[in-house]
């Protein structure tokens, strides 16, 4: 069995809000890579429920950010499609972004 290690380091200011993000994985050659954001989901099967965790760094433009949420929802839609075959939900969740989409400057 393989096993593989995602791993992210977050600096934070005197009020503990994210300046800088960092990530490395064990299946990504280099060194660690900086981001603005991250959004994490973990389904917990015990409570029916989604665990999520949410960062940004205080510097993150507002358009990035809409476009950081635009972008996730759409691979969220992709993985709907895949993972259930649920086409109808998937197209729905791909609309929105689409709607969404027209609110970013490109």
């Known amino acids: 069995m393989s096993k593989s290690e995602i791993k992210f380091e977050v600096e934070t200011d ?7 993000i960092l990530w490395n994985a064990t299946n ?3 060194e660690q890579d900086e981001t603005k954001a991250i959004s994490i989901a973990v389904w917990d099967h015990e409570e029916q429920n989604t665990l999520r965790i949410d960062l940004w760094t ?6 990035e950010m809409r476009g950081f949420y635009i972008n996730a929802l ?3 839609a992709e993985s709907v499609k895949d993972a ?4 109808e939900m998937a197209d729905a969740m791909l609309a929105l972004c689409e ?3 027209e609110r970013v400057p490109a």
């Open 28 to 30: 990504k050659p280099g």
């Open 99 to 101: 709607k969404f989409a």
């Open 14 to 20: 005197d009020e503990m809000i994210p300046e800088r």
């Open 74 to 76: 759409a691979g969220m």
């Open 84 to 87: 259930t075959g649920d086409t």
């Open 58 to 63: 205080k510097d993150m433009p507002l358009d």
